[in-house]
């Protein structure tokens, strides 16, 4: 019974970490998709600045 005890606190270490890491992957690639649409966004702008 005291094994078990080891296991499941490593489980739960192990699931909580990797919940964690996915976690700021996601908000990571949001953050970037955000930057990636605010670039597009200023590059349309200055192309059709230069072509006047």
């Not at 699931?15 to 955000?34: N, P, Y």
């Amino acid at each position: 019974v005291h094994m078990s005890n080891y296991l499941l606190a490593a489980y739960a270490v192990f699931w909580g970490l990797t919940f964690v890491l996915v976690v700021s992957i996601w908000r990571r690639q949001r953050r970037l998709e955000r930057e990636i649409a605010r670039l597009e966004t200023q590059l349309t702008a200055t192309e059709t600045q230069c072509s006047r």
